[in-house]
């Protein structure tokens, strides 16, 4: 993760960084930094200025007002931590040993520790434990035997220097460099992580994701992996890793989401899952309009030949977005009776499964931006290309809610779920409008396999179409019911969630929600699992928050709670209000619905309990400890 930016402009560049440093905070926020080059008027010589802050940005803000760092050019940096604790030292930039050359870099150099070690035999001290630091110090290595071999100081010999750096780097990288020598020109390069270049009016912006540009430029040019572009402030050239120039234009953006304001809300999150609402009608709008005919009723942004030939799914994500995938395999494989399984990212890369032929892969990341989806996404693409095999041929679709993100730069399907900017890093709304993809594509195999009867289609549309309607009343009475109730766990240090079926993966969800930005430890199981091992773990201060809807496995649930009761747990059902929920010594209802859209319910009341419960606790819920929104890194 980490957001980088850098500026080659006409004006003082440190508040324009700021800005866009701002806009790119949801990408980590543990410590920030930003370097200036200027010329010293005495001199005439070039320098640079670094300024970092521990914790948030506005610590960097702070600081550059009692201490400004002058220039036109600069790079900036918001970080989270992957090598070295978050302090000052380990934040970006990074200088060489003389304080001539800066780097930010998004991404992890994985041979740091050998490169390192050559560099420290050499005598180099490093100033931080970063992996980043090593590439300032190389690149201060070529610069001065280039130089040595003849080079003359300049804008090549910096392009050859750092791209004799990238050659020996391993892993991911989008990077900024400044060099004091040629305080006019910039150099950024990218591999495995992005990098925008924006066009301004005779200044040019870069950073790693296009909320950066708000208020900069709407044209922007996404560098590909293994370019380098040298920037001045009269343009850019691109290259190539053989120092080939590449002709790229840059293209049009349609708009940002950047301008986030809580309004009346205390948090982000809140604001976010009171939208929910809002989230669903937009999505039934542009993706199940009224009018269409029930055999092909809903409006993705493909042919519906897209759907045919399909024999099995992989779907792979992570977190959230792999709950919101599981539920969608249930709908896949129970409603539309296609095979689907779920995978982690992470673990699908080095461990697939062995080729099947027809297979659609789906990549769910709401930020589209995850290094380890859109990693197993390539690697899948790769294989199955090199297999030369039309049946086994690569087809792929990606579901994001950034319809200009790496994701979609990768995939030429995807759909974009368009939830609208979502600033909590808690992901609420992005997971409902994940859910309604699935539903909207469990809908086309169905009716394109004929899995399911007309009116069995017509049914789940119908009920599709009545849920804003019913979020709003939900969310605005499980809003005081949560927030009563959250006070019961001012000192509860384990929660667990049972649910079953289709609503096992709510369960999971719910216990994520609840430790990323609670930090009270909790963990879902399908309700029938709590008896081969966890129900060990139950007494009277640990909750056990059961999520029963009336369906195929009501009663399952149901007893499953008992047997936690009779433990002693405390019993919270998330589960609709009858004769048989009254075992529960909470009951945060829902309405009685049809058992496959009940997720879409029950996740509510999870969601609201888990905000009150940090918002209780006084805890940054917008930004808990150690995450992120956007997880760039492996
Ligand atoms: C939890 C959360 C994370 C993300 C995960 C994947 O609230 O947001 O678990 O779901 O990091 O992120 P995306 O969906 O951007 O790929």
């Known amino acids: 993760m980490c957001g980088i930016v850098a500026l080659v402009g006409s004006r003082e560049a440190s508040p324009i960084l700021l800005e866009s440093l701002k806009k790119l905070e949801y990408r980590g926020y543990d410590s920030s930094g930003l370097a200036t080059v200027s010329i010293d008027a005495n001199t005439q010589k070039g ?299 992470s673990e699908f890369r080095y461990a697939p499964p062995p080729l099947a032929p027809n297979v659609l892969t789906i990549g769910v990341t709401q930020s589209g931006e995850t290094a380890d989806t859109l990693a197993a996404l390539a690697m899948e693409h790769e294989r199955r290309s090199a297999y030369n095999n039309k049946d086994f041929a690569s087809r792929q679709l990606g579901i994001t809610n950034r319809g200009e993100s790496s994701l979609s730069r990768q995939i030429s399907h995807v759909i974009d779920i368009g939830a609208g900017l979502e600033v909590g890093v808690a992901a609420t709304k992005t997971f409902l409008g994940q859910l309604l993809t699935f539903y909207g594509l469990a809908i086309m195999f169905a009716s394109r396999r004929n899995s399911r009867s007309l009116k069995e289609i017509a049914e789940l549309c119908d009920l599709l179409r009545c849920l804003p309607k019913q979020l709003v009343n939900l969310i605005s009475e499980h809003n005081l019911l949560t927030e009563k109730l959250s006070h019961k766990f001012s000192s509860t240090k384990d929660v667990i969630f049972i649910g079953r079926g289709i609503n096992y993966p709510i369960a999971l969800e719910a216990a994520l929600k609840l430790k990323e930005i609670s930090y009270i430890h909790a963990q879902g199981y399908p309700a029938g699992e709590l008896k081969h091992g966890p129900i060990a773990l139950l007494d009277q201060t640990v909750p056990v928050i059961s999520i029963a809807n009336e369906g195929i496995v009501f009663e399952k649930v149901l007893s499953n709670a008992q047997e936690a009761k009779a433990r002693d747990a405390c019993l919270i059902g998330i589960a609709p209000k009858l004769p048989e929920t009254d075992i529960f010594d909470h009951l945060l209802p829902i309405p009685r619905t049809s058992e496959w859209i009940s997720p879409l319910l029950s996740v509510i009341p999870s969601q609201l309990l888990s905000y009150h419960i940090a918002a209780r606790l006084g805890l940054d819920v917008d930004q808990p400890r150690n995450l992120a929104k956007s997880v760039t890194v492996e």
């Not at 610590?59 to 002058?70: E, F, K, V």
């Not at 220097?161 to 989008?174: C, E, R, W």
């Not at 809580?262 to 982000?268: A, I, L, Q, S, V």
């Open 47 to 345: 320098f640079i200025s670094c300024r970092k802050a521990k914790g948030k940005l506005q610590n960097l803000l702070n600081l550059i007002q009692q201490d400004a760092s002058p220039g036109h050019v600069g790079i900036g940096h918001t970080r989270w931590a992957t090598h070295g604790k978050p302090e000052k030292k380990n934040a970006h930039p990074h200088l060489d040993t003389k304080g001539k050359v800066a780097v930010v870099q998004n991404g992890i150099i994985e041979n740091h520790s050998l490169l390192r070690s050559q560099l420290e035999a050499k005598g180099i001290k490093f100033r931080s434990d970063t992996d980043t630091e090593v590439i300032p110090h190389l690149i201060s290595e070529e610069l001065y035997r280039l130089n040595k071999e003849g080079h003359e100081i300049g804008g090549l010999l910096l392009q050859l220097a750092v791209q004799k750096v990238l050659d020996v780097l391993k892993g991911s990288y989008a990077l900024a460099v400044i060099w004091d020598e040629i305080p006019n020109v910039l150099i950024v390069a990218k591999s495995k992580a992005p990098l925008l270049i924006g066009f301004g009016e005779g200044e040019f912006l870069c950073a790693s994701d296009t909320p950066a540009f708000s208020g900069f430029t709407k044209t922007i040019l996404p560098l590909e992996d293994k370019e380098l572009a040298l920037i001045t402030p009269l343009g850019v050239e691109i290259y190539d890793s053989f120092g080939n120039r590449k002709l790229r234009a840059p293209k049009l953006i349609s708009g940002y989401e950047s301008d986030a304001d809580k309004g009346k809300f205390r948090h982000f999150m809140l604001k976010e899952i009171f939208e929910q609402p809002e989230t669903a009608e937009l999505w039934l709008t542009r993706y199940l309009p009224n009018g269409l005919p029930i055999e092909s009723p809903v409006a993705f942004p493909f042919e519906n030949s897209f759907y045919d030939s399909i024999e099995e799914i992989q779907i792979l994500a992570c977190g959230t977005s792999r709950h919101a995938s599981m539920v969608g395999a249930y709908l896949l494989e129970q409603f539309a009776g296609i095979p689907a399984k779920v995978f982690f990212a």
